[in-house]
């Protein structure tokens, strides 16, 4: 009964395993089959979760929970878990990799084990990325991490019109291990705006993942124990979307603006874009309850200014015949890059 057990485990892994490398031929397929090669399968662990693979591979299995997620959601409750795990097999680097002092690297994100501060540690996208991954293969919907989705849908709402960004973009930059993949998705040209993709990338992730090496750091500077006050966890928590929201507008608008130039849009299709990013950013913000109107306020201010600040330009292209190059960054300034330490700028540099 046992080995009946793992053998249809072994048998789905490598079914999936399967699709996604027929499906994405860019996959390192080396590194893959050493994941797969020292992979270890443990199962009625009598953990919490269904199931999960840690970074030295070990997928642990709860036989017990996967039988009672089975009854509640059918089989494809836990076909939809361990296609998620399976996605995680796909991201994260094999053991033959010789990265001084990285404790763990699935996809573009790191962990410096010689690092307080880990801002390269992007969990939040990982599983965001895996969760998304999974939807699409099966065709389901998200089990959990809905909220990390929403933010990779938005990111990739924030670059539509850029060549070689597709539907799928954000979910399989996790697939790749060059950063410089995730500067290319978003078009940055020079240091200034990968900073500022880099403050959203930590601020998602302390958003999203509360990770309690920037909590204590938070704590020590300003005496406040966001773990022992949820009020205040809420707050803070809520104050970090707007400025994550402002970063994708000045991308949506730059993206727009230069395809615009070089392509030309009909104004109906253009409205259609304007209208589903901003039906994204209220997703997040809520910015039409009356509650968040003060903590939204900064953000409506600068989204309103980066708006007109398009359409100022376009109404100057249909006077002159051509649209000035457009930058956003000139209207607004960069957010602060307080949050920006070594522990990127090295991953970069031994990329």
């Known amino acids: 009964m046992e080995t009946d057990y793992i053998a249809e485990i072994c048998d789905f892994i ?40 840690s970074s030295d591979m070990i997928l642990s299995i709860s036989q017990n929970n996967a039988n009672i997620l089975t009854t509640l959601q059918g089989e494809d409750g836990f076909t939809r878990v361990m296609t998620h795990e399976i996605m995680h097999i796909l991201q994260i680097g094999c053991g033959c990799e010789e990265i001084e002092n ?41 089990v959990t991490y809905q909220y990390k989705i929403d933010y990779l849908c938005s990111m990739t709402m924030s670059v539509p019109l850029r060549n070689g960004v597709k539907a ?15 500067f290319e998705a978003f078009g940055c040209k020079n ?44 707050e803070f928590s809520y104050s970090l979307k707007p400025a994550v929201c402002l970063s994708l507008s000045k991308e949506f608008y730059e993206n727009l603006a230069a395809f615009v130039n070089e ?18 950013l209220n997703g997040h913000l ?27 330009a376009l109404e100057k292209e249909n006077a002159e015949s ?12 960069p957010q602060e890059r307080g949050f920006i330490t070594p522990s990127f700028r090295r991953y970069r540099m031994k990329s």
């Open 14 to 53: 490598v079914t999936v395993t399967d699709k996604m490398l027929k499906k994405y031929p860019d996959i390192d397929k080396e590194r893959v089959y050493c994941n797969l090669g020292n992979l270890k399968i443990l199962y009625d662990t009598g953990m919490l979760s269904y199931a999960e693979v």
């Open 191 to 234: 240091e200034a705006e990968r900073d500022e993709l880099l403050n959203m990338m930590i601020t998602l992730q302390v958003l999203q993942m509360q990770p309690k090496s920037f909590h204590a750091a938070y704590t020590e500077r300003t005496g406040v124990d966001l773990f022992e006050d949820e009020e205040a966890m809420n």
């Open 168 to 182: 799928d973009t954000m979910e399989t930059l996790c697939f790749k291990s060059d950063p410089e993949a995730l």
């Open 286 to 312: 809520n910015y039409t309850v009356e509650s968040k109107k003060e903590i939204n306020e900064p953000f409506i201010k600068g989204y309103t200014a980066i708006k007109a600040a398009f359409f100022e």
């Open 322 to 333: 051509t649209l000035t190059p457009f930058t956003v960054r000139t209207i607004l300034p």
């Open 102 to 142: 990285c404790g763990r690297r699935a996809g573009i994100s790191v962990f410096w084990e010689d690092f307080t501060l880990n801002t390269a540690d992007w969990t939040w996208m990982v599983e965001g990325s895996a969760e998304r991954n999974m939807c699409t293969l099966t065709g389901g919907d998200a």
């Open 263 to 280: 392509n030309g849009i009909s104004v109906n299709d253009m409205f259609f874009l304007i209208n589903l990013f901003e039906g994204q």
